[in-house]
């Protein structure tokens, strides 16, 4: 469903043209002293709470207004629209859950887009296509504003700790100015020159990602099916050559059925989806990602979306469980 600030910039726009008549960028050369912040979600909301501690001067948004209450009440400053935030402040931080919504909110109606001149900067941690942040750049840089793509690697917990991977692309004066933001957010950052490669690095890292994830779910279930102790099992792998955290914080509670949503689900199929398109678009196969991606569906369509996206396991529970009454 189109929300109040759904975008009315058609798809085909030609970002040549736009580019042309874009006002000259002014560099930013002092740290920015008001910084914005749009989406206040399970990302969105432990990183602003992160700018806040260390005594930033945050103002905030986000289409449900209840959710900008707890971060009100410890000192942000709130604002009506994503125009009225980044007219309000040197640099504005977006973190949105899908490419559409991360539009929307910069580009459409009382988008921040429309609060940016020159001497700002627009910050995108979401998560999106290239094609995206790329016209997300074209509009942000045709005020005079510079654009800086910074998705990051990393859940609700690295989040809350401060213990992000920021994937960096765009205006290297912009990376410069709010290198001491993203430290007091993550634990390292990484520069990789133009617009399009943050998004990618980003789409490679969580396909790789749940496609682990949906390998790990079968060797769990084929290991009870053959008798092994699953407990056990999740310590094998965590302390051998495929040992990685994900398996040893989410497999204790993936054997009892839970799947406290640190990353929810359906943003991990998202995330396959747009990385099996990026695929394609250089005619790279990925026949292990597709076939991950397949599982996440059949999950979703289970009522699973928003449960983590370690509850793809369940998927697999339903398709043995089918195979076994035939």
Request: hydrophobic share 40%; aromatic share 6%; with cysteine.
């Amino acid at each position: 469903m189109c929300s109040t600030f759904c975008s009315s910039i058609p798809r085909h726009l030609n970002l040549t043209s736009m580019m042309i008549m874009k006002p000259r960028a002014q560099a930013i050369t002092e740290p920015p002293s008001r910084v914005g912040f749009l989406g206040i979600g399970i990302m969105g909301s432990p990183m602003a709470h992160n700018l806040l501690k260390a005594g930033v001067d945050v103002t905030i948004w986000n289409r449900t207004k209840s959710k900008c209450d707890p971060l009100i009440s410890l000192g942000a400053k709130y604002k009506p629209s994503p125009e009225e935030v980044a007219a309000s402040c040197d640099v504005t931080f977006a973190m949105l859950a899908d490419p559409q919504s991360a539009l929307d909110v910069a580009c459409g109606k009382h988008g921040a887009v429309n609060g940016m001149d020159s001497g700002k900067g627009y910050v995108d941690v979401s998560t999106v296509d290239g094609d995206t942040s790329k016209l997300i750049s074209g509009h942000i840089k045709s005020t005079g504003a510079l654009f800086l793509e910074a998705p990051v690697s990393g859940s609700k917990k690295p989040a809350e700790d401060g213990q992000l991977i920021f994937l960096t692309a765009g205006d290297k004066n912009l990376y410069d100015t709010v290198a001491s933001l993203l430290d007091i957010m993550g634990k390292s950052k990484f520069y990789l020159g133009n617009v399009g490669n943050g998004a990618a690095m980003k789409l490679v890292v969580n396909m790789i990602m749940g496609s682990m994830m949906a390998s790990f779910s079968e060797g769990l279930l084929l290991g009870e099916k053959v008798g092994l102790d699953p407990d056990v099992l999740v310590q094998v792998v965590s302390q051998g050559a495929i040992s990685a955290p994900m398996y040893s914080i989410k497999g204790p509670s993936m054997i009892q059925s839970r799947y406290p949503t640190a990353f929810p689900l359906k943003h991990q199929q998202k995330d396959l989806r747009l990385a099996l398109g990026l695929a394609e678009s250089v005619s790279q196969p990925t026949p292990i990602a597709a076939a991950a991606n397949e599982l996440y569906k059949v999950a979703k369509s289970h009522g699973l979306s928003d449960q983590d996206f370690s509850a793809v396991i369940e998927a697999l529970k339903s398709k043995f469980q089918h195979s076994e009454t035939n």
